[in-house]
């Protein structure tokens, strides 16, 4: 999604479009970094549980200390805001450079939705929410100057 | 259409379209485990 979100700004040669695009880096890494403690270990470790190498008791215990963990916290925290970042750097550029208002306004709800768990069903409203306001962006007319032509935006 | 356009619609449009599908099949953030609820996905 790092990479989604560097797209929505590609081809917009300004300063507000390129920290989206580093925020959007950022949100990647961070995201990704958390989501494979609290979610690939956590899940690991369910499944240990499950086909009896680990027990259950034990399994439980190292879930709770890997959620309780602060650092955990803190890499999701910083991918979140990331996100956030990036979605309202890109409605800027893409503002000034002439998209459409409407879905630009809408991109609040991506920003929103992403504050929840990404479990359904607000994985799923996030990343769909994403795609609706990005296709209207893209697909909108005068999309295609605009990604085909970098331009400068003050 | 260009390679680069048809490749940044992919990207762009592509992994949220896949992702939104994806979440669907997310594990609860808590499940039932050894008979207590605890948290398995952040």
């Given at each position: 999604m790092g990479v989604a979100l560097w797209m929505l700004t590609a081809g917009l040669e300004s300063v507000v479009a390129t920290f989206s695009r580093v925020a959007a880096v950022v949100f990647a890494l961070f995201y990704d970094a958390g989501d494979a403690i609290a979610g690939i270990s956590t899940g690991i470790l369910a499944r240990s549980a499950e086909e009896g190498a680990l027990g259950e008791r034990a399994a439980v215990a190292a879930m709770e200390t890997l959620f309780a963990d602060p650092f955990k916290t803190l890499l999701f925290d910083i991918g979140r805001y990331a996100w956030i970042v990036a979605l309202v750097l890109a409605v800027v550029a893409l503002w000034r450079a002439g998209a459409p208002r409407l879905p630009l306004v809408l991109m609040a709800l991506p920003a929103y939705l992403v504050?929840?768990?990404?479990?359904f069903p607000f994985g799923s409203l996030t990343f769909g929410t994403f795609f609706v306001i990005a296709a209207w962006l893209e697909l909108a007319p005068g999309r295609l100057t605009l990604a085909g032509q970098p331009r400068r935006v003050s | 259409m260009e390679f680069g356009l048809t490749l940044r619609r992919i990207i762009l449009l592509g992994t949220p379209l896949v992702l939104t599908v994806l979440m669907f099949f997310h594990p609860s953030p808590y499940d039932d485990v050894a008979c207590e609820l605890i948290p398995i996905a952040g």
């Open positions: 504050t929840f768990d990404h479990a | -």
